[in-house]
């Protein structure tokens, strides 16, 4: 193993896991010096840095899953004034050629910062932002959960008495939320109908309370997305939801968003070449984060429908011969190349609104 200068410059790599991280060290040309696990405490966290310190200059660090496991360990070492950089997790083909174990990931996310291959700047997720996060994690599972009922609702009625479906036929879902929720079942549940009636009554009460529940949440995120980005919401086609998102996607530090190229490539809307011979043509990108990619889907279909420029430049896309498929994604990257400027400058009015027609 390398002897340790003190004064060297080394690169740390850490993979991330909910007990314990595993560190390991390497210097400028990749040399390993060294690796070690620490817990996931205050004081592992504190170990962990100090000991990374001590094989020498600490240039950079790349931690897995700064989302995730890795969160509380990035926000610190970057309080501590070193460089974070996001590390994605190897591949398979990877672990399969390398075999799999904590030191080798932790060596491999070294050798990722050292080499310049790991760049991305993780989300500093302290501030604002994070507020919205947490909120939209608690909004999207209570949403899922008001669905799940009153899709049981419907399934209960449609193989449920003969009786209890004619006194719901043709009723909307405030109605039918009503009725069920005022069934009177009766104590004896060895009657069937009398087992439905009670079944119907408490989802249907579960129901009116996630939706009260949804109600709060989007009181509490509304006057938090207008602080963050109070232009965001001037843009056609963007409401508090999709602000929301995409205020998400770029984080409380989206100057790590380099360009809006950038920007484009994190949502999937970069358009991926399929050009072969004397085909020219691009498709749409499955990949980047599909819900900050929806959220810009939401924003197209929007102005496809409501925004006369849009409906405009679709008509005149679709005389050139393109597709619907490719008007969107022309559509969808526009839009990103649009919001972006509202992303990183949240507080800057006069900027330009709907570049969706330009190309």
């Known amino acids: 193993m390398p002897h340790c200068v003190k004064d060297q410059e080394v690169f740390g ?9 595993h560190a390991a060290v390497v210097d400028s040309l990749g040399r390993r010096l060294g690796h070690r696990g620490f817990p996931t405490t205050p004081a592992g966290y504190r170990g962990l840095r100090c000991w990374l310190a001590s094989h020498g200059s600490v240039r950079a660090v790349g931690v897995e899953g700064t989302g995730s496991y890795g969160a509380q360990l990035a926000r610190v070492l970057a309080a501590a004034g070193l460089a974070v950089m ?8 990877a672990r399969r050629r390398n075999g799999k174990s904590d030191p080798e990931d932790a060596y491999a996310a070294a050798v990722a910062v050292a080499s310049g291959r790991a760049a991305g700047w993780p989300k500093s997720r302290d501030g604002m932002v994070e507020s919205i996060r947490v909120l939209r994690v608690e909004r999207r599972s209570a949403i899922k959960a008001r669905t799940q009922a009153i899709n049981q609702i419907r399934g209960l009625l449609v193989g449920g008495p003969a009786g209890l479906r004619e006194q719901t036929r043709g009723l909307n879902r405030t109605e039918l939320i009503g009725v069920c929720a005022g069934l009177r079942p009766g104590s004896d549940l060895t009657d069937p109908t ?12 579960r129901w009116i309370a996630l939706d009260e529940e949804v109600n709060q949440i989007d009181a509490d995120l509304a006057p938090l997305v207008a602080a963050a980005a109070p232009t965001l919401l001037a843009v056609s086609g963007v409401g508090f939801d999709v602000a929301g998102q995409l205020l998400v996607s770029a984080g409380d530090n989206p100057e790590r968003l380099r360009s809006e190229a ?9 358009p991926l070449p399929v050009s072969s011979g004397r085909i020219d043509r691009h498709r749409l990108n499955r990949g980047g984060d599909r819900q900050a990619n929806k959220a810009l889907h939401t924003v197209a279909i929007n102005r496809w429908q409501h925004h006369r420029p849009t409906q405009a430049y679709v008509a005149r896309r679709t005389s050139q011969g393109l597709t619907n498929k490719e008007i969107l994604r022309c559509l ?9 400027h509202y992303l990183i400058r949240p507080q800057q009015s006069g900027l330009p609104i709907s570049t969706a027609i330009a190309g």
Do not use: C, M
């Open 13 to 21: 790599g850490v993979d991330t896991h909910a007990e314990v991280h």
């Open 332 to 340: 969808k990257r526009s839009i990103a190349r649009e919001v972006y």
């Open 262 to 270: 950038a920007f484009a490539k994190l949502t999937g809307t970069a």
């Open 86 to 93: 996001e590390v994605d997790r190897p591949d398979r083909s």
């Open 194 to 205: 009398a087992a439905v009636k009670q079944s119907l009554r408490r989802l249907a009460r």
